[in-house]
Nanobody, 114 residues
Framework: QVQLVESGGGLVQPGGSLRLSCAASGSTFSLYSWYRQALGKQRELVAR???????IYADSVKGRFTISRDNDKNTVSLQMNSLKPEDTAVYYC??????????WGQGAQVTVSS
C-alpha cells in the first residue's frame, strides 16, 4: 500500500521558522502539494511543485515559504520562514499521480503565537 508520512510542525513565535516534510513510499507521484486549513476556515492550497520543478504559491505565503522535492528520497518539504499568526493551521501534504490517484498526509499542526 502507498504510505504518506508527514512530519514537522509545532509551536513557533512570530517571525520564526518551521520545516514540514512529507515522505511518499510505495509509488511515484507527479504532483506534490501542501494545503492548510485554519480553524473555522476552508482548506486552501499553500504551495505546489510539479514533476518539471515548476512551483506555485499562495499570495499570502509567497516570498516566505519554499516548497522543494528530494527525488532520491521521494520527499517533499515546505520551508516556512517569517511565520505569522495567520499561518496557524493544520498543514496537509497532498500527492497525485495519473494512475495512483491522490493521497493525503495525516496533517501537522503549525501554531504561530507569542
Amino acid at each position: 500500500q502507498v504510505q504518506l508520512v508527514e512530519s514537522g510542525g509545532g509551536l513557533v513565535q512570530p517571525g520564526g521558522s518551521l520545516r514540514l516534510s512529507c515522505a511518499a513510499s510505495g509509488s511515484t507521484f507527479s504532483l506534490y502539494s501542501w494545503y492548510r486549513q485554519a480553524l473555522g476556515k476552508q482548506r486552501e492550497l499553500v504551495a505546489r511543485i510539479t514533476t518539471s520543478g515548476n512551483t506555485i504559491y499562495a499570495d499570502s505565503v509567497k516570498g516566505r515559504f519554499t516548497i522543494s522535492r528530494d527525488n532520491d528520497k521521494n520527499t517533499v518539504s515546505l520551508q516556512m520562514n517569517s511565520l505569522k499568526p495567520e499561518d496557524t493551521a493544520v498543514y496537509y501534504c497532498h500527492v497525485w499521480g495519473t494512475r495512483e490517484g491522490a493521497l493525503w498526509g495525516q496533517g501537522a499542526q503549525v501554531t504561530v503565537s507569542s
